[in-house]
């Protein structure tokens, strides 16, 4: 049954695992609106943890036919993935005589909090960048999922955007390759992603084009929108100050992509009967001085119609 960590976490009793859960959504778009299938079940010893669908590459067509004649036939396109589970997170370990210090900010409580911090991190690199032929360990992004596709948009030259004065000559001509960019997917997408850099960028031209507002979500936060669509930072990778999303240091181009979320476009994976995120604290009631604490999530995502997400090239940000 497709769940969200949202009602993933109305199964988990506890109350530690529950905060883990909601530290998760409430600092990442993506895992807070993701929905994900947990049908996979681990075989061969766990060895194996693959999910198999299949994408739809062509859409249907439809036509008008003269009285006594047959209609051309026309099938649409599918083409059959396997996407692997991984695992992914992190450790630390803490001294039972620091745990046991007290203080503004408990030890356990803020090692627990960076490692959940680092672990989206990775995920949304992952989502965006994910390749499994160079990392094993992992799942495959949109990058890998996008390139050479239909929804690829490549505009003919660089649209720029990098100063205030390139904004206001620009903003119509961006605006406008930006709907004919989305009218080429399947539908209204649920996000936009992309880097601060950008977003600062779209935020300027839809202010100007009296496009751009504000909504709240489920923690309160703003989450920006144009035409209604949320502008979504990936961030940084895990432990660096660099993009998920890169700004090209020569050209200062970067991309942008667009997702619709749903079981029928982009979504995410999990394992059947288990939560996506689980917890292990360090344990101080047995022998040993220093203790270990795990955050671990085993997922991955899948694109189900290649119409359902697509990437836009050539943004000129600097």
């Given amino acids: 049954m497709p769940v969200t960590l949202a009602e993933a976490k109305k199964n988990v009793q506890d109350d530690l695992q529950i905060g883990v859960i909601d530290e998760f959504r409430k600092s990442n778009w993506l895992l807070n609106n993701l929905t994900f299938d947990d049908v996979v079940s681990p075989t061969g010893g766990g060895a194996t943890m693959t999910y198999g669908y299949t994408r739809l590459i062509t859409q249907p067509t439809a036509s008008f036919r003269a009285v006594?004649?047959?209609?051309?036939?026309?099938?649409?396109?599918?083409?059959?993935?396997?996407?692997?589970?991984?695992?992914?997170?992190?450790?630390?370990?803490?001294?039972?005589?620091?745990?046991?210090?007290?203080?503004?900010?408990?030890?356990?409580?803020?090692?627990?909090?960076?490692?959940?911090?680092?672990?989206?991190?990775?995920?949304?690199d992952t989502v965006i960048n994910g390749d499994s032929a160079v990392d094993a360990n992992a799942f495959d992004g949109l990058e890998k999922a996008l390139a050479a596709s239909s929804t690829e948009y490549n505009p003919t030259t660089a649209i720029d955007l990098s100063t205030s004065a390139a904004i206001d000559t620009n903003y119509k001509y961006f605006l406008d390759a930006i709907d004919e960019f989305l009218s080429g997917l399947d539908g209204k997408p649920s996000g936009l992603l992309m880097n601060n850099k950008l977003r600062a960028k779209i935020r300027a031209c839809a202010r100007r084009a009296g496009m751009y507002s504000e909504t709240k979500d489920d923690f309160g936060r703003n989450i920006e929108t144009y035409d209604g669509i949320p502008l979504v930072d990936v961030g940084e990778k895990p432990g660096t100050n660099t993009?998920?999303?890169?700004?090209?240091?020569t050209t200062g181009e970067t991309s942008l992509y667009a997702v619709r979320l749903g079981m029928d476009g982009f979504h995410g994976i999990s394992m059947a009967g288990q939560p996506p995120v689980r917890t292990w604290l360090p344990d101080f009631s047995t022998a040993g001085a220093v203790k270990k604490g795990e955050v671990e999530m085993v997922a991955a995502v899948a694109l189900k119609a290649t119409k359902a997400a697509g990437v836009m090239r050539k943004l000129k940000v600097n």
């Fill in 68 to 124: 006594n004649t047959e209609y051309a036939p026309q099938e649409v396109t599918k083409q059959r993935y396997n996407a692997d589970l991984k695992v992914f997170g992190g450790a630390f370990e803490i001294d039972r005589i620091i745990a046991n210090m007290g203080g503004i900010v408990s030890e356990v409580a803020l090692q627990m909090q960076q490692k959940v911090k680092a672990a989206q991190a990775l995920f949304n």
């Fill in 243 to 249: 993009l998920v999303i890169p700004i090209n240091a």
